[in-house]
């Protein structure tokens, strides 16, 4: 190394000391410091030493504060190897102590060039990018607080391992160069900083105080790029995990980086694809991992790249240089300033103006929007109050408004149709004189962030969904086809949007909403309106944001080539919406439906090539459903479908009976449209015949003359289960071809398992034998019956009971061989499966049709209940009361049970089945220690002994809420037994569906104490439907029936975490647990893992502590769990659109063939527990919907067990010497509840008077009247005559 007059040259060397290596050949400009003459030829001699190269090195790398200086007259600019970027160290002390501030003065213009030449992946774009640093004597001062000038060096062990070829070419110092673009900036800055003229309310609301004076941002290295990049996961390696992986064009996008979603499990995913994606935003995670304030690296780097981005506002970088430089004490006021200066920049007027937006209201409205006079308008948006800001036309998209919400200066665009809801909402709550309620930003879920582009659902080849409109009130998820990029293109519609990139963007089509009823229909000859909700354009055109809030899946099927017109009836009403309304809900399904069917059947037709979704959506910047979505032809989207829905039946005046009577299901054919298209073109128009040709012909059938009625509602013939002679047979062929397997097998599933034209068998033949073996035993079972002399019922009830247990065994034994059996490939082996289910419960319900009674069989419901139940005796002032089972009962008998024979009251369970439970099923269900140590705690109870603690664990705490008696063993067995009677009556043809009045609740029991981390047994001490779920599904060698899927739905207010714990701990293929429930990561807390945190949450609360039993409920772990957690309150459409949308689908795609109800009625309005919104009318919908699955699925078997639910008054009159608050016995007294005679008069209803009249209002509404709808519903749809 040598030294000259003013420069030292260092020789080409290999520098590995600082975290990378790099080949430098430089000639750099150092100041004269100590030990070092400006004139001499050679260093000092006592301080020659210092300046070995290493040293020299080393000294580039020290901290700013750390190097001397000896006067403000010697400057210079020194090139830092280590991060490759230009620094200014002139740094003198600023006079005043107090302030203890530095000037960093710049001087004569000194440019320092460097051409850096890339060696990394992750900048192989730009193989060679030139850096220019200026600095000038022009520039003004900038000051900043001591602390913000002393720069931390970024940690070597953290960079990428990757080189770069730097060369410094000297500049002399004399040698005048134009100003860069970044000093320009600084020096323009200043003709900015005054604020333009906005509304008066907005500058009242938000802080616009002057941004002080900042050091700039320095411009990132390519290091640091580099480093950034790996942090936001940006770049050709994470393509393979998130589509998400490129910069954004302009510079607020890419500032909305700051929430990106980064993937915390690449290992995990690396070897294992199908894992879970585990992800936490860009900022929270920078947080998480900062040592102090002062160390937000990531978010310091993604600042200083949209500072030195083209087109960022000089505004929007004093901001965020300001609060990047800003001194802080701790981690939280950091993430606080990142969040400040975000939301400063989405709201400034001065950022806005510099980006097209006007600020400044208009004297007079401009257009026929209104443009910029409406700024300063309030409104309300997603239940929010909001005001509008700022104006901008946009050429493509039209007018738009900026808003800002007041609650937390949050901002967003609306359009004009949205701004002008917007401001009806505001003036309408003006009107009525109501305040809006300002929550805090937790309580309302938002979705502004959730744009994902890996985002998907099931369906969307056929290109429709169900969305959520903007425009729309109620917010309802309503039936959308999804627009093809080719046809939005073609429309000249592919907007650019200004609220967010149009990659998290797609253009749906909305099938006749509702909610544009006030406007006028747009087809040349509309009907005539039946309501005001029909009078709006049969199909409108949004466009929304992709995420799971405001896009689902479709979940109706189109397989069978119906609409059930039940079964939307039964959706509607979960919406909440005016019946008149309906008409227009009905339209939409029946176009959604016949899009559908043209989807499925074109794509079966042609082949599909396949194409890069992700290119071609990157390509043309779009979304991949735009991509993945159906391109259904144009002459098929112009059909006149006013024209045709105009002449459909008025579902009003069908025999649809009204909305509150029952009826079998209702049908209509689904509109076939290529049928439609084929017939309007030649030679079909010109009047020819039209001759329908299939790709795949139907085999013909042998048709059986029936010797029964026609039966004109049954897949097949059937036979009044009465006896009456003038329908028996007479002739002896005919007695043993009652039936052929032709009446109980598909067209489909004949072809492929009656023997082949030449003779030969096919390989799904045992499929033929056991269905044949099958339908020859009921003919002949039925036959017999029929002709005996004298009917011995008992004998009858046997024989259906061992044709129904045949008839499931061989429904598993096939199945079992379908899947170990080779069939050839153009054979669809799920297709088989269900067709041969389907086949098999035909059979099913026939028999017990055919040999069922009036009170055994086909339309029964049966409800059981017992009396031991009662022995299970609670504290005073527990919800969990003794008084519920009585209450239950009669709930039960309001809806006719016990009043005729389809609906028995069985009140008495055989002691058989109790030592059946505790014997075999109860160790099944719970570990022996668990089942020993209730036992023994409840049998060292005295006899008199009620409301002790029975489920605290050793260190006393938990049992504060499941408290018990003498009885309490007793009373859980009881119920065990009860429900294992019931699945017993249900598969044994006994009848179709069953209700369980028992006590004690059980779905919070686990294998043992405190299931999945909960904090208590929330009122349960053995788990019923576990049980039952078990013995229904253990083979008959051991003692159960024999089932091979078994589905519990929970419909509580609280996560059935015992029922999972028992069932689904790990993945069983015979079980499904479905539960919708109160709670939510965003109202529990988030974890990484399966430990909860500990948090004590209780059953009776729904306090800050999270929601009982906690997080468990929040995910679904596995395939064999279907958690849908509903947020704080359980509303009617919430549980709507998650049945309908998410239960449906995925109980279908089980197919049971026993489904249990773990019934807790605690999410009614007016339970105490206030939780939820219900009315007894909605649980009566969900009853109908799950039992529509069930005749679907498995014949309607259905068992529906208690479980919550406490919305029971006072059942007795209160104590006269109890004690009570002050004047409250000068009041009104409280009314008590009489049960009558379903009351047993030894029993008991204590409570405080604070309780009492908590549940006074229950006298309305309450737990009754949910149980007497919830019966009523089971009753109303078990007939199996019905498809």
């Not at 010697?74 to 200014?88: K, M």
């Not at 073609?490 to 006749?512: D, M, P, T």
């Not at 419909?1051 to 790990?1066: A, E, K, P, W, Y």
């Not at 007795?1212 to 109890?1218: G, I, S, T």
Request: a negative charge; one cysteine or more; aromatic letters at 6%.
């Amino acid at each position: 190394m040598s030294i000259n007059n003013e420069s030292i040259n260092v020789e080409e060397k290999q520098v590995s000391s600082i975290g990378f290596h790099i080949k430098t050949n430089h000639s750099v400009n150092i100041s004269m410091g100590e030990g070092l003459s400006k004139n001499s030829e050679e260093p000092r001699a006592s301080d020659a030493s210092n300046y070995s190269p290493q040293n020299f090195i080393e000294g580039l790398k020290e901290p700013q504060e750390s190097r001397k200086r000896k006067t403000g007259e010697e400057r210079s600019v020194l090139f830092d190897v280590s991060d490759n970027r230009s620094i200014d160290d002139s740094v003198q002390s600023h006079s005043g102590a107090e302030s203890r501030t530095k000037v960093a003065k710049y001087d004569n213009t000194t440019i320092s060039k460097v051409v850096v030449q890339h060696e990394d992946p992750v900048s192989r774009q730009n193989p060679s990018e030139e850096i220019v640093k200026t600095t000038t004597v022009s520039t003004p001062s900038i000051t900043s607080t001591a602390s913000q000038n002393e720069e931390k060096k970024n940690s070597d062990d953290a960079t990428p391992n990757y080189a770069s070829k730097v060369k410094a070419v000297q500049v002399s110092k004399d040698r005048r160069s134009p100003v860069s673009d970044h000093t320009t900036d600084i020096t323009k800055e200043n003709q900015f900083i005054q604020m333009p003229e906005c509304d008066a309310y907005f500058r009242s609301l938000v802080n616009l105080d002057p941004i002080p004076d900042a050091p700039p941002i320095k411009r990132l290295s390519p290091r640091e790029l580099a480093q950034l990049e790996l942090s936001l996961q940006i770049g050709e390696k994470f393509s393979d995990y998130s589509n998400d992986t490129t910069w954004r064009e302009d510079w607020n996008g890419n500032l909305q980086l700051i929430d990106k979603d980064i993937i915390m499990n690449l290992d995990e995913l690396a070897t294992n694809p199908t894992a879970k994606k585990k992800t936490i935003p860009f900022c929270d995670w920078v947080a998480k991992l900062a040592r102090h304030g002062d160390d937000f690296t990531g978010v310091k780097l993604l600042f200083s790249f949209v500072y030195h981005m083209e087109g960022t506002p000089l505004m929007a970088k004093r901001i965020l240089a300001y609060y990047v430089h800003r001194p802080v004490s701790s981690i939280s006021e950091r993430l606080q300033c990142v969040m400040e200066a975000c939301r400063r920049i989405s709201y400034d007027p001065i950022v806005l103006t510099h980006d097209g937006w006007t600020t400044v209201k208009a004297d007079v409205p401009d257009g026929f929007t209104g443009g910029s006079f409406l700024i300063g308008r309030r409104l309300i948006w997603e239940k929010y109050e909001a005001v509008v800001i700022a104006f901008v036309k946009d050429e493509d998209i039209g007018d738009l408004w900026k808003c800002l919400w007041i609650e937390d200066f949050d901002t967003f665009d609306l359009e004009a149709d949205e701004l002008l809801e917007g401001m009806k909402k505001w003036e309408k709550i003006v009107a009525k004189r109501k305040t809006v309620a300002v929550t805090s930003k937790q309580n309302r879920p938002s979705n502004r962030f959730e744009a994902n582009r890996n985002f998907t659902v099931n369906g969307i080849e056929h290109g429709i969904v169900l969305a959520k409109s903007y425009r729309s009130k109620a917010g309802h998820p309503w039936p959308a086809r999804i627009m093809h990029v080719t046809e939005v293109k073609a429309l000249g519609s592919q907007i650019i949007s200004r609220r967010s990139s149009s990659k998290n963007e797609i253009h749906v089509v909305f099938l006749a909403p509702f909610w544009n009823g006030d406007r006028n229909g747009t087809g040349s000859n509309p009907a005539p309106a039946t309501s005001k909700y029909a009078t709006g354009p049969l199909f409108e055109v949004e466009t929304i944001d992709v995420s799971s809030e405001t896009i689902l899946e479709y979940p109706h099927s189109v397989e069978d080539g119906k609409i059930s017109i039940t079964n939307l009836q039964s959706e509607f009403r979960f919406l909440g919406l005016p019946k008149a309304a309906f008409p227009r809900f009905l339209d939409s399904h029946r176009i959604a439906m016949a899009l559908k069917t043209y989807a499925k059947t074109e794509i079966k037709k042609f082949f599909q090539s396949a194409i890069d979704v992700d290119a071609t959506a990157a390509l043309t910047d779009t979304h991949p459903m735009s991509i993945k979505t159906f391109t259904f032809p144009e002459a098929l989207l112009h059909l006149p479908f006013e024209y045709i829905l105009s002449k459909y039946p008025d579902p009003a005046k069908q025999k649809l009976k009204s909305f509150m009577e029952d009826d079998t299901e209702v049908t209509e054919p689904i509109m076939q449209l290529h049928t439609i298209l084929k017939t309007i073109t030649p030679p079909n128009c010109w009047g020819e015949s039209f001759v329908s040709s299939s790709s795949h012909p139907e085999t013909p059938v042998k048709k059986v003359q029936p010797l029964s009625l026609p039966d004109s509602k049954g897949l097949t013939p059937t036979m009044s289960p009465t006896l009456d002679v003038s329908l028996r047979v007479s002739s002896e062929s005919e007695k043993r071809n009652l039936w052929g397997i032709e009446s109980f097998a598909s067209a489909y599933l004949l072809r492929h398992i009656q023997p082949l034209s030449n003779g030969n068998v096919t390989p799904l033949h045992f499929l033929q034998e056991g269905l044949r073996k099958l339908v020859k035993n009921l003919n002949k079972v039925v036959i017999e019956s029929e002709e005996a002399l004298v009917q011995d019922l008992e004998s009858r009830k046997e024989r259906l009971a061992s044709i129904l247990v045949q008839c499931l065994s061989v429904k598993g034994q096939c199945e079992e061989m379908l899947f170990s059996t080779a069939i050839p490939d153009h054979l669809d082996r799920l297709t088989i499966l269900k067709e041969w289910r389907k086949a098999c419960e035909r059979v099913f319900k026939r028999s017990i049709i055919r040999l069922g009674h009036v009170d055994s069989g086909n339309g029964v419901t049966a409800v059981l209940t017992d009396s031991r139940c009662n022995e299970h005796i609670t504290a005073s002032g527990s919800f969990e009361r003794a008084v519920r089972i009585p209450a239950a009962v009669k709930g039960a008998k309001s809806a006719g049970v016990g009043s005729r024979p389809s609906l028995p009251l069985i009140t008495k369970i055989e002691n058989e089945y109790l030592t059946l439970a505790e014997e075999k099923i109860l160790p099944m269900a719970h570990k022996v220690s668990y089942l020993k140590r209730i036992k023994t705690k409840v049998s060292s109870l005295a006899q008199d002994a009620k409301g002790v603690p029975l489920t605290d664990g050793s260190d006393g705490e938990g049992g504060e809420d499941t408290m018990g008696s003498r009885g309490s063993y007793t009373a859980a067995v009881t119920a065990v037994a009860t429900a294992l009677k019931a699945v017993d009556m249900i598969v044994g043809g006994k009848c179709v569906n069953a209700f369980c009045a028992v006590r004690p609740p059980g779905h919070h029991a686990g294998r043992e104490l405190h299931p999945m981390n909960a904090i208590s047994n929330g009122f349960c001490l053995l788990n019923n439907a576990a049980a039952a779920a078990l013995y229904a599904a253990s083979p008959r060698s051991q003692g159960g029936l024999g089932l091979k899927r078994v589905c519990i739905i929970d419909f509580d207010v609280h996560h059935g975490n015992g029922t999972q714990d028992i069932l689904c701990s790990t993945y069983d293929p015979r079980f499904l647990y479905v539960s919708t429930h109160a709670g939510g990561s965003h109202i529990n807390g988030y974890e990484d893992d399966a430990i909860d945190d500990g948090l004590r949450r209780s059953p009776y609360t729904n306090h800050n502590e999270g929601i009982y039993p906690g997080r468990c409920g929040d995910v679904s772990p596995h395939p064999g769990v279907l958690n849908i957690p509903l947020g704080k309150k359980v509303t009617p459409s919430s549980l709507g659109t998650s049945l309908i949308c998410q239960v449906t689908p995925a109980v279908e795609k089980f197919d049971p063939e026993l489904i249990i109800i773990s019934a807790g009625f605690d999410a009614h309005v007016n339970d105490p527990l206030g939780m939820g919104g219900l009315s007894a009318e909605d649980f009566g919908t969900v009853t109908k919907v799950i039992c529509q699955m069930a005749l679907k699925s498995c014949s309607g078997r259905i068992l529906s067990i208690l479980e919550g639910g406490y919305g029971i008054p006072c059942c007795k009159p209160l104590d006269k010497d109890l004690f009570l608050p002050k004047n409250s016995s000068d009041g009104p007294q409280l009314k008590w509840l009489k049960l009558g005679s379903d009351l047993p008069d030894n029993m008991e209803d204590n409570m405080d008077y604070l309780l009492a009249k908590k549940l006074d209002k229950c006298h309305q509404e309450g737990f009754l009247e949910c149980v007497k709808e919830h019966v009523r519903n089971l009753a109303a749809n078990n007939n199996l005559d019905s498809p």
